[in-house]
């Protein structure tokens, strides 16, 4: 076995549980191939949050099983679904040949060893204790030429939303130890990383030995890192320690994805989200005090069971008055082992048709706010942390500015450094502009990174 791929889907964690595989792989002497037609080893990290991303995954199974024909691949699948289904995995794609859990990253060189030599299949889901869990250290060597980086601060969760599998895929939560956080950024910093997301279910319910907070204005203080971001966060989380880590900390990028999923107040209490409405516009209004202009972005089920026409109006009318910058929508879909699953029947199931016409709805309102808040950027010059040339337009520079606003601007500026840029144009997901004369270089050199394809990572 010379080459792996790695076939990611769903969220950041998992992005970021995919570049631990493929550390763990490369220790093993494989190296990372960008399609499966030239992979001896295909690994699915896979994603259960709704039924369409495991749709997709046994979609892609399909696929992948004619690699392992033509060619004798193996198939190892990983992530959420296996953790969580690993029967199903077996039973209906019975050519897999190794299934691990998102606690056995760090073993999978093992299974897939154990598997090619034996010809069996391995299967490993089991949950290490909390106390001995050791968070896999990230190669920094990997994070070399990369502009952004994500680093784990967290896994798991101790909430019970009634829609929601992550406790039961992902376990208890289990933070992170200060120093190793702040090792693993210091690494990537030295390697030309200049913005780091912290990542985990909740981050900001964060106990490694600090507050998240106090882990935010650390981070902040490493030398060469100029972003930092993180996600996600739970609204009774948010903490007035971290509202003020925004007002006094300039590095805390003024981004804030805080998921409200409904603005009823009978829905929150049914999705157990722990809030009211009131409570979550009093902690955003605090928020927006302290850090004026601050990009908010949420997340919002649509169709939960029982919501009403006058219900989901409310959501609407909600998503207008905070004016969020974005929010991540989907329709709500029951997930194995969750109280909104099992109770569908009870609480009245929501029509397909009428979920997807109410989100379509709630995306074209969503996308006039975006639209109206990115035209006020025109004619403003922003500062853009520059992460290489436009995907879609190879001949201009493209980067984000702190709200996280996708630029892209003539200019030449390098990856990694930070530049102001005049907007002149906006659409409805980005900001067009002319790079200005004030940039500031990294202090290491990066490349330009290779253009990313977006459901492979390595
Ligand atoms: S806080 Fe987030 S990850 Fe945890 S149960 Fe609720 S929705 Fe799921």
Known sequence: ?????????????????????????????????????????????????????????????GRYRAVKVARGAMIAVG???????????LKKAPYVDVVFGPDAIGRLPELVERARRDHVRTVETAWVDSDEYVFPRADPEAARGKVTGLVTVMKGCDNVCSFCVVPHTRGREVSRPVGEVLAEVADLARVGVREVTLIGQNVNSYRGGCTFASLLRQVAREPGVERVRFTTSHPHDLSDDLVEAFRVEPKIAPHFQLPIQCGVDRLLSKMR?????AEYLERLAALRRARPGIAVTTDIIVGFPGETDEEFDQTVDLTRRVRFENQYSFVFSPRPKTAAGAHEAEWGPVPHAVKVSRLDRLIEVQRAITAEILRESVGTEVEVLVEGPSRFEPTRRFGRTPENRVVNFDGDAPAGALAWVK????????????????????????ADPLPEGDACSA
């Open 1 to 61: 076995m010379k080459r792996y791929f790695i076939h990611t889907f769903g969220c950041q964690m998992n992005a970021s549980d995919s570049s631990r595989i493929g550390e763990a792989l490369g220790r093993m002497g494989l190296s990372f191939t960008p399609t499966a037609e030239s992979a001896d080893l295909i690994v699915l990290n896979t994603c259960s949050i709704r039924e369409k991303p495991e749709e997709k995954m046994l979609s892609a199974l």
């Open 79 to 89: 992530g959420c679904v296996a953790q969580q289904e690993k029967e199903r995995i």
């Open 273 to 277: 989200r722990d809030y009211t409405v």
């Open 423 to 446: 907007i002149e144009h906006a659409s409805s997901s980005a900001l067009r502009g002319v790079q200005g004369e004030r940039v500031s270089l990294p202090p290491i050199p990066v």
